[in-house]
């Protein structure tokens, strides 16, 4: 297992679209293993592989208190959204930045495991926010995108100064 580079916001990568896993083979269960050590030593709570510059659909979250709960989506779809919440969010790709953003508060996920067999689950509160959070990073989306003009301008502004500063 290896530990993968995260794109910062705003790097033009992270607006890529990932596309679907024709099959999950050992090189998908190893860029799985490799996201997973990646979200955990961020330390963070979701992992998309876009961000670790991988255009394939392809999730790792671990919404738990106890971080042993790791879920790998492999082509995940939302088949059911209920509800509306609105939760804080943070992003391993826009460090220091955490905006409340209006999400479905209850959702159904049809996606395939590691084994490559279809299952479908349901999610809410953290799971399911943290869920279509990192489906929106597989649509070239991030977090910040559903704030204002205004706002995503200062964050660019912060991330790009950030940037200069660790170079
Ligand atoms: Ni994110």
Do not use: W
């Not at 790097?11 to 293993?33: F, G, Q, W, Y």
């Not at 979250?61 to 969010?89: R, Y």
């Not at 395939?112 to 989306?141: N, P, W, Y």
């Amino acid at each position: 297992m290896s530990r993968l580079h995260i794109l910062r916001y705003p790097d033009a990568r992270l607006h890529k679209i990932a596309a679907p896993v024709a099959e999950v083979n050992d090189s998908i269960r190893s860029l799985v293993a490799d996201m997973a050590e990646t979200m955990y030593a961020a330390p963070g709570v979701g992992l998309a592989a876009t961000q670790v510059d991988v255009h394939k659909q392809v999730i790792v979250i671990d919404a738990s208190e106890t971080h042993d709960q790791l879920l790998a989506l492999i082509n995940p779809e939302i088949v059911a959204a209920i509800g509306e919440s609105d939760c804080e969010e943070g992003c391993l790709s826009v460090p220091g930045i955490y905006e409340k953003i209006a999400r479905a508060e209850h959702i159904v996920v049809r996606a395939l495991g590691l084994d490559g067999q279809s299952f479908t689950m349901e999610a809410d509160g953290l799971l399911a926010v943290c869920i279509q959070h990192e489906m929106d990073h597989l649509k070239g989306r991030v977090f910040v995108e559903y704030l204002s003009r205004l706002k995503q301008t200062r964050i660019r502004a912060k991330m790009q100064k950030q940037l200069r500063q660790s170079a």
